[in-house]
């Protein structure tokens, strides 16, 4: 497909804080954008960033970092919001969830107003809710507000995957599908090594426990990946840093690659009014449609669980917005 929209590789990112650096740097270092201005209402915290950032300039392909405003919104190729507020002491899941959407909100209408064409990933936690609710706001196709759903999560099943197996990570194509949190489904039916899913491949190879026992471990080891780190270091930023520049740099090359974003869904799987991780094909205009995966019942089972979480919080963030 041709280019013939962008002439400029600017990408905004919105919130300057672990993820959103680390995204800055390695997207600095890829050569795959032209431009980055980085967001944040802190000022110190941006300022300092950007300057260290900066200061790499001999080091990477040529680029211009700089503090964004929100006039950057208006030329921008692709905007990636990690701003988010931290949980106060005594604060519920719940007023937690409402501050982080008035914020996403307010970036989006800010976003809108300077009468963007860009693409919105959003990658701020909860990140399916997130990116759901940012999609209404705009009204824009769904495409260009998408969300970093699974990614992150497939890359942690691949790299778990490999360890186990003995195989390349390049050569392990496996997907994690739904929520980006606890009630994320494996897709086992969607995984395979040149080919051969990966049950087969279990069964030929008897080096381990068995298939069963090897399946739940590796669930669990995903889904408990981001518990872990936080608890290591206070945060996750380096993989999902990556995660980040594989969804924008097929954006920016317009790669139509099969990514798990999040992205609302208009009746696949048969579901609709909820954002999640799904197979879809990503170009320079964001999603362009999304794969129906052939899951098992178990697993559509769970993806529908899935959306299901979602719905009920979403509904549950809009009546509180209503009072
Ligand atoms: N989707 C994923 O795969 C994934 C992975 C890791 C982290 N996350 C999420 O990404 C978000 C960021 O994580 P982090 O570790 O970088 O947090 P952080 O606290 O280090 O950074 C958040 C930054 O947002 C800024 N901010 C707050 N309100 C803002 C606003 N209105 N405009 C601009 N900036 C604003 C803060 O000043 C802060 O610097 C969190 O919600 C986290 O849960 C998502």
Redesign the pocket.
């Known amino acids: 497909m041709q280019n013939d929209l962008w002439t400029t590789r600017k990408v905004v990112i ?9 995204f800055a740097y390695a997207l600095a270092q890829s050569g795959l954008a032209d431009e980055i201005a980085l ?4 000022q110190e ?2 300022k300092g960033e950007v300057l260290d950032l900066s200061h790499g300039l001999p080091y990477y392909p040529n680029i211009q970092i700089s503090i964004g405003k929100a006039d950057d919104y208006k030329d921008a190729h692709v905007i990636v919001i ?5 949980q106060r002491g005594t604060e519920s899941r719940l007023d937690l969830l409402q501050r ?1 959407a008035a ?2 909100g ?2 989006v209408d800010d976003i809108a107003a300077q009468k963007s064409k860009a693409i919105i990933i ?6 399916d809710i ?1 990116t759901y609710l940012a999609f209404k706001r705009t009204s824009w196709e769904r495409g260009r507000v998408i ?7 497939s890359a942690r099943f691949r790299y778990l995957l490999s360890n186990h197996c003995g195989v390349d990570v390049h050569n392990v194509h496996a997907y994690v599908l739904g929520e ?1 949190g606890d009630s994320q489904v494996a897709a086992w039916s969607m995984s395979h090594f040149a080919g051969v899913p990966i049950n087969e491949f279990c069964k030929h190879c008897g080096s381990c426990g068995g298939w069963e026992e090897m399946q739940a471990e590796i669930e669990e080891t995903v889904r408990r990946s ?1 518990y872990h780190i936080i608890e290591y270091k ?4 380096y ?2 840093g990556l ?2 520049l594989r969804i924008v740099g097929a954006i920016i090359r317009d790669e139509r690659s099969v990514l798990t974003v999040s992205v609302p869904l208009e009746g696949e799987y048969g579901l609709s009014e909820v954002s999640l991780g799904v197979p879809s094909i990503v170009t320079q205009y964001g999603v362009e449609r999304v794969i129906e995966a052939n899951l098992t019942p178990v697993e559509l089972e769970g993806l529908l669980a899935s959306a299901s979480l979602l719905q009920e919080t979403i509904k549950e963030i809009q009546c509180n917005e209503q009072r």
């Not at 959003?122 to 990140?127: F, G, I, M, Y």
């Not at 206070?234 to 930023?237: E, M």
Request: hydrophobic share 55%; proline share 2%.
């Open positions: 919105v919130g300057a804080g672990a993820v959103g650096s680390t967001v944040d209402v802190n915290l941006v990690t701003a988010g507020a931290k982080n914020i996403i307010a970036i959003v990658v701020s936690n909860p990140v997130l969300g970093s759903g699974t990614v992150l999560d980006h981001a206070g945060a996750t930023n993989a999902v995660a980040l």
